[in-house]
C-alpha cells in the first residue's frame, strides 16, 4: 500500500516543500493532490485559508536480476556505440546473457578479455540489491563454445607433443575459465597431467608426462 502524508502551508508550493523535506524525496518520487488551494482572504487576513496537501509516495517497479542485466548491458553498448541484441535467461544457480549482433568483436576483446571485464561488471550490478549469489554467464556471439573447442583441441594436441618428446610444454598465460578446460579435458590422459605455476595474471598451464 502506497504511502501517503498531509500538508498544510500558507501556499501549496510551501505544503509541497514541507512534505518533501520530511520525506527526503523530489517531486518525480510523489504524486501530489491538492486538498484545498488556500488564500489569502481580505487584507491577507480576514477569511484566509491555508492550502492542503496530499503527497503519495510512488511505488517503485522492482526489477528482476535479468532486466537489470539487460539495461545495464544495453547502456553500456550504446555508450559504446554498439548495436547488438541481447538476450538475458535465469535459472536457480546463474543468469547467462547471450550478445549478438553485427561488428561486435570489440565486445570480445583480446582472448575475450574485455567480456570477461563485462561480465565481471554486470555480475555486481544484477547481485547487488540481493542476499544470494547468482554467477553471470556472458557469451557473444557464442564464442565461449568456440574458444572452449579450440582449446580442447589444442591441449590434445600438445599432450601427444608431450608423449611424443617426453618433455613438458608450458602454455601462454590464461585466465581461470580456460585454465579449467585444459586441465579438465586431459584429467583422464592416460600419459600426461597437468597443474599451473606463476601469479595472475600471467599464470599459465603446464601439461607434463605423468
Known amino acids: 500500500m502506497a504511502y501517503s502524508i498531509e500538508k498544510k502551508g500558507k501556499t501549496v508550493q510551501e505544503a509541497i516543500s514541507a512534505a518533501l523535506e520530511e520525506l527526503q524525496l523530489t517531486q ?3 504524486d501530489i493532490e491538492v486538498i484545498e488551494e488556500g488564500n489569502k482572504g481580505i487584507f491577507g487576513i480576514i477569511g484566509s485559508k491555508v492550502a492542503k496537501i496530499r503527497v503519495t509516495v510512488k511505488e517503485k517497479e522492482e526489477k528482476n536480476r535479468c532486466d537489470i542485466a539487460s539495461d545495464f548491458l544495453y547502456t553500456i553498448l550504446n555508450n559504446m556505440g554498439v548495436e547488438a541484441d541481447i538476450n538475458v535467461t535465469e535459472d536457480e544457480e546463474s543468469i547467462v546473457v547471450d550478445i549478438n549482433g553485427d561488428n561486435i568483436g570489440i565486445i570480445i576483446g583480446r582472448r575475450g578479455e574485455t567480456m570477461d571485464s563485462l561480465q565481471y561488471l554486470t555480475s555486481l550490478v544484477v547481485n547487488k540489491e540481493y542476499e544470494d549469489y547468482k554467477r553471470v554467464i556472458l557469451n557473444v556471439e557464442n564464442y565461449r563454445q568456440k574458444r572452449e573447442e579450440t582449446l580442447i583441441k589444442l591441449a590434445n ?3 601427444d607433443k608431450v608423449v611424443k618428446y617426453k618433455k613438458p610444454i608450458t602454455l601462454e598465460p590464461m585466465n581461470p575459465y580456460e585454465r579449467r578446460i585444459i586441465h579438465s579435458s586431459l ?7 597437468t597443474y599451473s605455476t606463476g601469479e595472475e595474471p600471467k599464470r599459465k598451464v603446464v601439461i607434463t608426462l605423468k
Do not use: F, P, T
Open 187 to 193: 584429467q583422464g590422459h592416460k600419459y600426461v597431467e
Open 28 to 30: 518525480d518520487d510523489v
Open 157 to 159: 594436441r600438445l599432450a
